[in-house]
Structures are given as structure tokens and as C-alpha cells.
């Protein structure tokens, strides 16, 4: 199980951290990543990690502003996100998967989702 949290209001300029816990014993085994949508929109991608960190791929909206991070003994993910613009407002989504790619359908497990509201 997949469990996010750390959304919130913030000011336009403001930062967050996103925090996922996942449960179990193969943790290390996922490709991880960070989804979100935004009201009436599509679930969209935000930013990807590897197994084991060393690589990662963010969304245009993402890079330069957000970072993403897992810490694999503490069988957790972060999203840092910084500068933080009101058309990030959205909830967002943890999700886990075998193959690493930016598309939805390669994460099997999700989390509920945490809510970032950025006001301007």
C-alpha cells in the first residue's frame, strides 16, 4: 500500500514536500513516481525515480522547481517542490511500478493522493 502525504495550502512562491510511504518488503523493487490532476483535468505525469535512485525524469511543468527522492531502507519517496505556482494545484498521486516511463499504465499500485492548493 501506497500512502501520501504532505499537500496543503501554500502562497505562490512557497514550497512543500511530499511524502510516500509504501508498505511491505519490496519497496526497492518499484519504479516510483508522482502524478497529479488537477480539477477537471487529466491525471498527469510530475516526476519518475528508478529503482534505486539514480535515475529520474520530471514533467516540463516540474523541472528546475520540483525534486524527487526515495530513500529505500526507509521505504520511502518524496516529491520537494518549490516555487510553487497556482496551476500546480492538483492532488497529487504516489504510484508504483515494475517498468520505468512516464505513463500512467505502467503503475500498478496508487496511493489516495494528497491535496496541494497554491494560492496566488
Known amino acids: 500500500q501506497l500512502q501520501a502525504s504532505g499537500g496543503g495550502l501554500v502562497q505562490a512562491g512557497g514550497s512543500l514536500r511530499l511524502s510516500c510511504a509504501a508498505s511491505?518488503?519490496?519497496?526497492?523493487?518499484?519504479?516510483m513516481g508522482w502524478f497529479r490532476q488537477a480539477p477537471g483535468q487529466e491525471r498527469e505525469f510530475v516526476a519518475i525515480i528508478s529503482t534505486s535512485g539514480g535515475r529520474y525524469n520530471y514533467a516540463d511543468s516540474a523541472k528546475g522547481r520540483f525534486t524527487i527522492s526515495r530513500d529505500n531502507a526507509k521505504n520511502t519517496m518524496s516529491l520537494q517542490m518549490n516555487s510553487l505556482k497556482p496551476e500546480d494545484t492538483a492532488v497529487y498521486y504516489c504510484?508504483?511500478?515494475?517498468?520505468?516511463?512516464?505513463?500512467?499504465?505502467?503503475?500498478?499500485?496508487w496511493g489516495r493522493g494528497t491535496l496541494v492548493t497554491v494560492s496566488s
Open positions: 511491505g518488503r519490496t519497496f526497492s523493487r518499484y519504479q
Open positions: 504510484a508504483a511500478g515494475l517498468s520505468y516511463g512516464t505513463q500512467m499504465a505502467l503503475y500498478g499500485y
